[in-house]
């Protein structure tokens, strides 16, 4: 519990009813997404006006209360896990709205709190594209995005978070503003700022604003799902279809194990008997869309697809796409504990990548549901088990340990998409060098001293 002098001024600033003090709120918002030992913080505070999250930041910098931003809570790595020392969280979910949605000059300006989905179909009301879509997005918010550098299921073609960051304001440790990028198409003024900020998950600021780059909309679109027998067929499809020079905006991968579990999840009428499938969807000028979805289609039947099943309409390809979108949950509905893993690996390398997990799966006698972002050598094996089980969590933390290696082992990283936080910090040194830990650390070191924003992530410490 916090000094009451210093609750009653955050009272004062976001308002009695923003904060939140009760051991039922608190426990509340001591864990994410991520498997990772919950903490419970010391306070909750939501803001609803830019000024009172300035004056909030300022407050904790200037008690040393460390702060950790939450968005929704969706992300995979432990980022939204308060710190032990008297930690305060922050909500942006007052702090939600679009701010400029600019059709001449294709951007938008946006607070933090603007949930990703919401703001995509707010764009595409006016013609305008935001295509960044993790799997979450019906509930993420762009802060969260921004901060994690979030990727997604169109990433293939359109790219991930940081291709959208025109620019930030954001609060430094001492609750000042800091201003980054521009409205401009270029910007070469200053220290590339945005870029640092961008994938910083709540260490290095407090994102107050976000300009972000939008783009036409699409003019078409077709999307079909290849059905293979032999889960390595479809693995070798994903890496034929880059080779051939071809980018789908989306090229998707689901085993048998995820298929069936979203099948019984979602009833969107995928094939439970085969052996994986591929969900694939083209975008662009209606003559190429044409003329790539048949050499897609063509290149699926030469690497084995048994069947491939273009959707017929609008509504067909939604209900995959959302089928697709609820891997995760339906998953998570098997067993107690799910660790979804992110390591990635160059894309021809995606074959290798399948059997190498179904190998980690036998050798460690362990259920291994894979599926994931192919096309962008991005796949998520996912492990169900129960941590409560102490002997099967071992072989689980030693599964994780191999599939890191393995990536690493191919040139891969260790995070596609879901960022280091508390999850992957101990593993950075594997893929980076001490050098880079340590040069890490001193970026931190001078931007924030005191160690005040969302201590302990990427970096440890
Ligand atoms: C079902 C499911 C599917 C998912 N699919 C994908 C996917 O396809 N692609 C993908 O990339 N991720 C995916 N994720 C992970 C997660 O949704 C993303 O990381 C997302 O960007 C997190 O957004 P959030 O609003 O929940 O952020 P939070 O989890 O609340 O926060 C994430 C990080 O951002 C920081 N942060 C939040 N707001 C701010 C701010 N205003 N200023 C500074 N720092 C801030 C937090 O401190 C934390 O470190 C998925 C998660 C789930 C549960």
Same mark, same amino acid.
């Given at each position: 519990m916090l000094n009451p002098a210093l609750i009653k001024e955050f009272k004062n600033i976001v308002g009695a009813e923003n904060v939140f003090t009760d051991d039922a709120d608190l426990l509340t918002y001591s864990?994410?997404?991520?498997v990772v030992k919950p903490v419970v913080p010391a306070l909750v505070i939501r803001p609803t006006t830019s000024e009172a999250l300035g004056r909030s930041v300022k407050v904790c910098g200037e008690n040393g209360l460390p702060v950790t931003v939450r968005g929704a809570g969706t992300n995979l790595s432990g980022g939204t896990v308060p710190t032990a020392r008297e930690g305060v969280v922050i909500l942006t979910n007052g702090l939600k709205r679009i701010l400029e949605i600019n059709e001449a000059d294709m951007y938008a300006v946006v607070q933090p709190g603007v949930v990703t989905a919401q703001f995509a179909a707010a764009a595409q009301a006016k013609g305008l594209f935001y295509p960044p879509d993790p799997g979450s997005q019906a509930v993420s918010t762009l802060g969260g995005n921004v901060a994690e550098n979030a990727g997604g299921?169109?990433?293939?073609?359109?790219?991930?978070?940081s291709d959208y960051v025109m620019g930030l304001k954001f609060f430094d440790t001492n609750g000042e503003i800091v201003k980054t990028g521009a409205k401009t198409v270029k910007c070469a003024t200053g220290y590339n700022l945005t870029g640092l900020l961008v994938g910083s998950e709540g260490t290095l600021g407090v994102f107050d604003e976000i300009t972000l780059k939008l783009i036409p909309l699409p003019a078409h679109r077709k999307a079909m799902m290849a059905v293979f027998n032999q889960i390595i067929k479809a693995s070798e499809a994903v890496a034929a279809i880059i080779a051939a020079r071809i980018i789908p905006c989306t090229l998707e991968f689901m085993d048998n194990f995820t298929i069936r579990a979203v099948e019984s999840y979602s009833r969107a009428g995928l094939p439970t008997d085969a052996a994986a499938l591929l969900l694939i969807e083209v975008d662009g000028h209606p003559a190429m869309v044409e003329e790539d979805a048949v050499k897609v289609e063509e290149i699926c039947r030469q690497q084995g697809a048994v069947d491939i099943r273009v959707a017929k309409d609008d509504a067909e390809r939604d209900k995959v796409w959302a089928a697709r979108r609820s891997a995760l949950s339906a998953l998570a509905k098997l067993k107690p504990t799910l660790v979804l893993e992110d390591a990635t690996v160059p894309r021809s390398r995606i074959p290798e990548m399948v059997q190498a997990m179904q190998d980690i799966a036998a050798k460690y006698r362990l259920e291994i549901g894979t599926f994931g972002h192919a096309g962008d050598g991005n796949l998520h094996p996912t492990i169900l088990t129960d941590k409560r089980n102490t002997e099967e969590w071992e072989r689980v933390e030693a599964a994780i340990a191999a599939i890191f290696d393995k990536a690493l082992a191919m040139? *891969? @990283?260790?995070?596609?998409?879901? *960022? @280091?936080?508390?999850?992957?910090s101990c593993f950075l040194e594997k893929e980076t060098s001490p050098a880079t830990i340590q040069y890490s650390r001193a970026v931190k070191a001078a931007l924030d001293p005191r160690n005040i924003l969302n201590p302990g992530k990427i970096i440890g410490g």
């Open positions: 864990y994410d997404a991520a299921l169109r990433g293939l073609k359109y790219g991930v978070t040139g *891969g @990283t260790l995070s596609g998409e879901h *960022g @280091t936080g508390i999850a992957k």
